[in-house]
């Protein structure tokens, strides 16, 4: 009887034995799935993540522009003096100055209040104002006293994808907004083209 139960006993050590290393195989299996699955999913997210990125890039740099543009119609309209954007399409930038000098010609360095650049994300493919003048290279000025801007216009731009996108800037209202694609604007009626 004592060999018997040394027996099952032995065959029970064999079994045992046996069935852990199915267990533990068959958990390395798992862990390699799980791996391969949550790579997976970080790789998803990662791809997700750097298009929106650039995305919010974009419009990060946008804005900046558009709240450039709308301090120096704001200074002006509450100071009296007389501010200008420049938009330099061949540099890619844009400077926000307070003209000081009546050569309009030079940018001193003490006139600059923002000096920035458009970003890889976003590039001004041409400027278009409601006076028919049109540059898509060279620079742009948007000058703005305390009767609100001089020239209303459209900076037409580019993402990183080659959506257009439209900042337009209304002469008679001071309000500077962006707009997605090709957008037209108003254009101020001559004297002539107005029948009473």
């Known amino acids: 009887m004592l060999s018997f139960c040394f027996y099952k006993d032995d065959y029970s050590m064999r079994f045992k034995t046996k069935n852990s290393k199915i267990k533990a195989a068959f958990t390395l299996t798992e862990l390699v799935v799980v791996l391969v699955i949550v790579s997976l999913f970080v790789l998803l997210a990662v791809t997700n993540l750097s298009g929106l990125l650039a995305s919010h890039s974009f419009k990060a740099q946008v804005q900046d522009f558009v709240s450039a543009m709308q301090m120096a119609a704001r ?8 501010y200008e954007v420049i938009v330099d399409i061949g540099q890619q930038n844009y400077v926000l100055r307070e003209i000081t000098s009546p050569d309009l010609s030079e940018v001193l360095e003490e006139e600059i209040i923002v000096e920035n650049n458009f970003g890889d994300n976003c590039r001004v493919i041409y400027v278009l104002f409601d006076d028919g003048d049109y540059t898509n290279e060279g620079r742009a000025k948007f000058r703005a006293g305390h009767s609100g801007w001089q020239y209303g216009g459209k900076i037409a731009l580019l993402d990183n994808n080659e959506q257009e996108y439209s900042v337009i800037v209304n002469r008679l ?9 090709y957008v037209g604007f108003l254009v101020p009626k001559f004297k002539d083209d107005v029948p009473f």
């Open 173 to 181: 209202n001071r309000v500077v907004e962006l707009k997605k694609g």
């Open 75 to 82: 200074a002006a309209a509450e100071t009296g003096r007389r």
